[in-house]
């Protein structure tokens, strides 16, 4: 899945790809919190992250990160797979998680603001 999505974003399945530009594709996940993986990667794979401190060297497993936040699995696989220059933020800003639609988020919905005219 995280091929197939960093190919949309980097424009190739598209019939104007550009090297240098960054494609008008848009990708929108659903789903993404019921992914999958084979063997015992949801235990074994593990993230690593340092926070710049002697000793702070911190990681956490698949499992930990899918409870928290499932989103950033797949964020960061495939941000892993796009070519590292200076187009990779400007595409990963492509990547669209969309909420599932229920009564558990129906109090998140964005209501419009009013916007008051000072004199």
């Known amino acids: 899945m995280a091929t197939d999505i960093s190919l949309m974003l980097q424009g190739k399945k598209s019939a104007t790809f550009e090297r240098n530009r960054v494609s ?10 019921s992914i999958v993986v084979t063997g015992k990667k949801a235990t074994d ?19 930990q990160h899918m409870a928290k936040d499932p989103r950033f699995v797949l964020r960061r ?8 220059n200076f187009l990779t933020q400007q595409r990963m800003k492509n990547l669209i998680f969309v909420e599932p639609a229920g009564p558990k988020n129906a109090s998140k919905r ?10």
Do not use: C, I, Q, W
């Open 45 to 63: 794979k593990v993230y690593y992250k340092h926070t710049g401190y002697v000793g702070h060297l911190k990681e956490k497993s698949f499992e």
């Open 24 to 33: 008008a594709d848009k990708v929108y996940v659903t789903n993404y919190e």
């Open 110 to 119: 964005v209501r419009p603001m009013k916007v008051k005219k000072v004199k």
């Open 77 to 84: 696989a495939v941000r892993k797979m796009l070519p590292r």
